[in-house]
């Protein structure tokens, strides 16, 4: 069942949903490091801040693939939130990030290319993890469609462990936060410069910002279907992930990318053979 | 006209314009024979599709006995030549293999043949019209590709003599054994059109008979013979204790344990065909030969027969422990030809394991034998025979203008080669991108193992394979769309006839994926609940959905031909320092430095030396398996 | 809306200062001070950022550097000179090897003196700054195009010892 509806809600409603989960984040954080901390509003002043400055680019394509990046991104939210199949949703969620990818790979600088390498490993790194989530799922509801498995009365988690866990081991990933933010990091964590958004400013900046909302409350849309059977334990479920996010965040340092690539396939080879095995096995 | 006068046509007209092209004598003549070849082998492929699509499968006794008699001639007479060729170049493996082959058909022949009786030799469905389409279409369109790479690579290799006559006399005549391999339902006939493909890899693999293609063509040889060996000893099997069943249908509608020894070893063949591991490395080594080479035999046409006949006798593995065994083969081959692909920086490298690696999907699918499987295997035929058609063209056509093959020069093509970095792109996209073809067929194929018993072992290996293979298409995409100081258009020299193939090629890539719901329904889901009872699709939710991703794709890019301001521009950040706009920087010490980037390779993780030995251990001891198992199960059962 | 003044995010540059001007920048930074209230963030990178933090008098191969960083940002954007290095060169002013301060290569919108400049007179700067940055924005706006504050000619010479 496809429900427009919901399409429309999410696409109106994430990026305010997003930018507050984001400055939620930041209030918190600060408040683990001992801070104050900035308003729960910042990060709308910072892409409304963005919108107005002057956009300069290196070369015109940039801008093209940042759109297709947006758009794309917005699509595969919309596509989740609408009921659609999981597994395309994944697949539309791949197409997006390729188009930042690419974005960065145009400007042909150093710290961009960089950064655009190290996030297509991010990709490797999580994109079994997020494929065997979407299989746990159909294994225990008969279904891939987001509707479905959302309004399925199996208790999901209690079905796949495993594989709960291991996504959340690479939604640290797909959130950019540390230990495995390294092709790009939320503002101060710099190490190759801005990595794979280093060539973008103002307007462009804002977009990405922007998307990465969206991409946020589609995450966390996600963490809900492990819990899909009781809405109020999911909501529940879904901010206690993202504060033990912040916490795992504040508590880590960048890793390199062989750590994060290959403690990620690991982590999806295990739970996967295991996790799916039991489950053969017991006949589900 | 009748169907089987089409077939016909199609296994004998190539013959004729093969027979043209050697007597030839000007670039003009041969430009417009085999323009006016293409067209018509297209115009009698879609008169046959659309009289034959829905006629479900249609079987025609056409005379047996005299047919035979040549063909074993003919087989003799190769048999002659390959061992001349042994003996002259010392490669004893090549004569031992022949030799062997030859006392099998021979001793088949002598004491067998007349015991044998097919009663249809040709057969058409609508898998063999889609092969037939691809094999047509896209072949044609590769020897038109050719006829303008080929005069260029001439001029390129002065060491090199030139024997286009000979080259496409060749082609034409594999494109006729194609087309009897996939219209052949008598098991003899698949044999003989086999074997003839196997004569013209290794012939065109040696073209420029350097030392290397030299060694490497031998190299295909064995490899292909050890397959051709395995194929006489099945055929003999089946004409003693097999009951002298020698029809896909008798074999097919036999039940499974009878079948199941011959199936084995066809399907052994199969594998040393499609260059599954541990038989990788002829493929590999065969890219030292002209483009049009690597773009047809060895990505979408002859490396499919191996797999088209895996396909073909999946109901007999359907559910065994051979099944499992062979589609293991194909998933490992998956899942290490991906990985290794992500260290090689020749492009045709890159092109060569990945085609390795989606034929493993395909034998993976086929082993599993469910009817969505086979539905995944089909769609993934179609769509790697396109798009990796077309990125070898591109590659070939680039090489020629940038005097290599390696994706660290490709850089900042889309500055210097727009329209050919765009096919390029659009083939690459094809290969991993949703809403793109191979995507879809992935997703079908994800879809197709859970639902198999132990399927989700292989929907691992799938999983951990695709995130693979987006991360080696997209760096190597990143290269080409990058925008580099350096942008000299080298473009206009781009030969006609190499404009012709690429533009319908790619253009043939998004319309296959807009009308990939009429394809399904119009041939494949019939082909399917013929031969499986049940049909699959995918649900029209997403069919629609993927139509809109479809549109923005190609709506998207039109954008950039709107007006718009344009914006200010600066260097990139090389961290304050001075850089010249061709990104020369005043590095430490003062000494001016050139900026260079390159893609990740991962050698030490993902290199052939690791890999490939892992692989080449794990599939020798699976496939061993399997011949054991179905020989053990066909024997006690 | 005011947004430039609610989220200025900073880049900070050394000009070959002693480092004291630039401790004291970071210590604005920690829990301290915690210059991330005013939504401050310290970028990296100039396409990113709003408010250029320089110290330090400036020598030979500063230049080229400071006049890099300040034409990649994108407007409106203010600068600040933190330290009396950054003002007027200081100690350093008679020196064959210093420039005399950062408005010797690019226009400085606010000057922050000390040696070394303690964080709250940096925090009093930057907030300035902001002010500063509002009333740019509105000229950026209401200008017409290319009549934006001359860039300084970046200036490309022969590169130093010859093409290597």
Request: with cysteine; hydrophobic share 55%; charged share 10%.
């Amino acid at each position: 069942m496809i429900s427009i509806v919901w399409a429309i809600v999410f696409i109106l409603l994430a990026p305010v949903a997003g930018g507050l989960v984001a400055g939620i984040d930041r209030r918190i954080t600060a408040r683990m490091q001992g801070r104050y901390g900035p308003p729960i509003l910042q990060p709308f002043y910072d892409v409304g801040k963005l919108f107005e400055k002057e956009h300069i680019v290196v070369n015109e394509t940039q801008i093209f693939y940042v759109i297709c990046y947006f758009i794309f991104m917005v699509f595969t939210g919309a596509l989740f939130f609408s009921g659609a199949d999981l597994l395309l949703t994944i697949f539309a969620l791949t197409l997006a990030q390729i188009f930042l990818v690419l974005g960065a790979y145009a400007t042909y600088s150093p710290y961009s290319h960089i950064g655009a390498e190290r996030e297509l490993i991010q990709i490797m790194a999580y994109e079994p993890m997020v494929i065997l989530a979407a299989v746990g799922m159909f294994v225990v509801t008969k279904s891939f469609n987001v509707s479905d498995i959302a309004a399925s009365s199996v208790p999901i988690v209690l079905l796949i462990p495993g594989i709960f866990l291991g996504f959340l081991y690479v939604l640290t990933i797909k959130l950019r936060k540390s230990p495995f933010d390294i092709s790009t990091s939320h503002h101060a964590h710099q190490e190759i410069v801005k990595g794979i958004t280093t060539e973008f400013s103002g307007p462009s900046l804002g977009l990405i910002e922007v998307a990465h909302w969206y991409e946020t409350i589609f995450l966390l849309g996600f963490v809900y279907l492990f819990f899909g059977f009781n809405p109020i334990i999911a909501i529940i479920a879904v901010a206690i992930v993202y504060l033990l996010e912040i916490l795992i965040d504040n508590t880590n340092a960048r890793v390199k990318w062989q750590v994060a690539m290959k403690s990620s396939w690991a982590i999806a080879a295990i739970v996967g053979v295991l996790n799916l095995g039991v489950l053969y096995y017991l006949g589900v | 006209m009748e169907i089987v006068q089409l077939l016909l046509f199609l296994i004998l007209f190539p013959l004729i314009t093969a027979v043209f092209m050697l007597l030839v004598g000007k670039d003009t003549e041969r430009n417009w024979i085999v323009k006016l070849s293409a067209l018509g082998i297209g115009a009698v492929l879609v008169y046959l599709l659309i009289t034959g699509f829905d006629k479900g499968t249609l079987y025609f006794a056409i005379g047996s006995e005299p047919i035979g008699l040549v063909m074993f001639a003919i087989e003799l007479a190769i048999a002659v030549f390959i061992l001349y060729m042994g003996i002259r170049y010392k490669n004893y493996l090549v004569v031992s293999l022949i030799v062997l082959q030859t006392i099998v058909m021979i001793a088949f022949e002598a004491m067998f043949a007349g015991g044998v009786d097919v009663q249809y030799n040709l057969f058409v469905d609508q898998f063999s019209i889609i092969m037939a389409l691809i094999i047509g279409i896209i072949g044609s369109l590769i020897c038109v590709y050719a006829l303008g790479y080929m005069k260029q690579f001439h001029e390129h290799h002065h060491s090199c003599s030139d024997r286009r006559n000979q080259f496409f006399f060749i082609l034409f005549v594999f494109i006729a054994a194609m087309f009897g391999l996939v219209f052949s339902n008598n098991i003899i006939w698949v044999y003989f059109f086999w074997e003839i493909t196997t004569l013209c890899s290794f012939l065109l693999i040696g073209y420029t008979k350097t030392d290397e293609a030299i060694a490497n063509a031998f190299t295909a040889l064995w490899m292909n013979l050890l397959g051709g060996v395995a194929f006489a000893v099945a055929i003999l099997y089946l004409a003693t204790l097999g009951g002298g069943m020698m029809g896909l249908d008798q074999l097919l509608a036999s039940g499974k344990v009878i079948a199941l020894i011959p199936a084995a070893l066809i399907g052994f063949a199969g594998l040393t065909k499609a260059a599954q591991l541990p038989f990788s490395s002829w493929l590999v080594g065969a890219m030292v030969a002209p483009t049009p080479v690597s773009a047809l035999l060895h990505s979408s046409t002859m490396v499919k027969a191996g797999v088209y006949i895996i396909v073909r006798l999946a109901p007999i593995f359907q559910g065994t422990f051979s099944g499992y065994a062979l589609a293991l083969v194909g998933a490992t081959t998956f899942l290490l030809a991906s990985g290794i692909a992500i260290s090689q920086s020749n492009a045709k490298r890159v092109l060569a394991y990945s085609t390795i690696a989606n034929l493993g999907l395909v034998v993976a699918c086929a082993g599993i034998g469910t009817y969505e499987a086979i539905w995944a295997a089909v769609l993934l035929i179609i769509f790697h025979a396109i798009s990796k058609s077309l990125l070898f063209m591109a590659v070939g056509t680039a090489e020629h203008h940038i005097s290599s093959r390696d994706i660290e020069n490709m850089h900042g093509l889309i500055r210097r080669m727009p329209r050919v970095a765009a096919m390029m792109v659009i083939g690459i996209a094809g290969m991993f991108l949703a809403p793109f073809g191979m995507l879809i067929s992935k997703w079908v194929a994800i879809r197709a193992f859970i639902d198999a018993p132990f399927g989700f072992i292989f929907v691992i290996i799938l999983a951990f394979g695709s995130a693979i293979t987006v991360f080696f298409w997209a760096k190597w995409m990143g290269k080409i769309i990058s925008v580099t100081p350096d942008c000299e258009n080298i473009e206009g020299k781009v030969d006609r006839s190499e404009w012709i193939a690429l533009v319908t090629v790619a253009g043939l890539s998004i319309i296959t994926c807009f009308i990939f719901p009429l394809i399904s329904t119009f041939l494949v889901e019939p082909f399917l609940l013929r031969n499986y009872g049940q049909a699959a699709q995918l649900g029209q939710y997403n069919i629609i959905i993927m139509i809109m991703m479809l549109v923005l794709l190609v709506v998207l890019p039109l954008s950039v031909l709107l007006p718009h301001k344009r914006h200010k521009h600066v260097m990139p950040y090389m961290g304050g320092r001075q850089t010249t706009p061709d990104m020369h920087f005043s590095g430490s010490l003062g000494i001016q430095r050139q900026m260079e980037l390159s893609n990740y390779y991962l050698e030490n993780i993902f290199g052939e030396k690791k890999l490939r030995p892992l692989g080449i251990y794990l599939c020798t001891a699976i496939i061993a398996i399997m011949l054991a198992g179905a020989f053990a199960t066909g024997v006690f059962l | 809306m005011a947004y430039l003044k609610k989220s200025p995010w900073i880049i900070h540059y050394d000009a070959s200062s002693c480092n004291g001007c630039d401790i004291e920048i970071l210590a604005s930074l920690t829990p301290m001070y915690d210059v991330e209230r005013f939504g401050i963030i310290n970028t990296g990178n100039p396409k990113h950022a709003d408010i250029f933090v320089v110290t330090g008098s400036v020598n030979e191969q500063n230049r080229e550097i400071i006049l890099n960083i300040y034409n990649q940002m994108p407007n409106p954007k203010a600068i600040v000179a933190v330290g009396i290095c950054a003002t007027s060169a200081g100690v350093f002013r008679e020196c064959y090897n210093v420039a005399g301060g950062i408005d010797k290569l690019i226009p400085v919108d606010v000057y922050v003196p000390g040696c070394a400049a303690r964080p709250e007179s940096i925090i009093d700067g930057i907030v300035t700054a902001l002010g500063i940055l509002e009333e740019k924005r509105k000229t950026l706006n209401t200008a017409p195009e290319g009549a934006a504050a001359a860039e300084p000619a970046l200036v490309v010479q022969e590169p130093a010892g010859g093409a290597q």
